[in-house]
């Protein structure tokens, strides 16, 4: 689980989203493709878990990508990060409803 976490956070860490090269962009989206699907299903919640809301934006991203160029068995463990993700996000709106509730 840590050196799983750990690739995760420095793969986010190192997007090159702000890059023109494409060649660098096709290398880190093959690098994260290959850490997402390092993960066992009982660990993708937890590193969904430990990523504020920019970071979740750019693995959205990475999902979208892989599902574009799917590798063998990548489609179905992509579809597992989105649900956690998605998950993620539904309780994050929420958070911020009460906390607007709460200010009213």
């Known amino acids: 689980t840590g050196d799983a976490l750990r690739a995760f956070h420095t793969a986010i860490r190192s997007s090159p989203a702000n890059m023109k090269s494409q060649a660098m962009k096709e290398q880190a989206q093959g690098t994260m493709l290959k850490v997402l699907t390092s ?37 179905a463990i992509l579809l597992q990060w989105h649900e956690k993700v998605r998950v993620w996000c539904a309780l994050g709106s929420a958070r911020s409803l009460l906390l607007l509730n709460e200010q009213w």
């Open 39 to 75: 993960f066992k299903s009982s660990e993708i919640e937890q590193a969904v878990n430990s990523l504020d809301r920019n970071g979740i934006d750019l693995l959205m991203k990475y999902i979208y990508k892989g599902f574009e160029k799917p590798t063998e068995n990548s489609s």
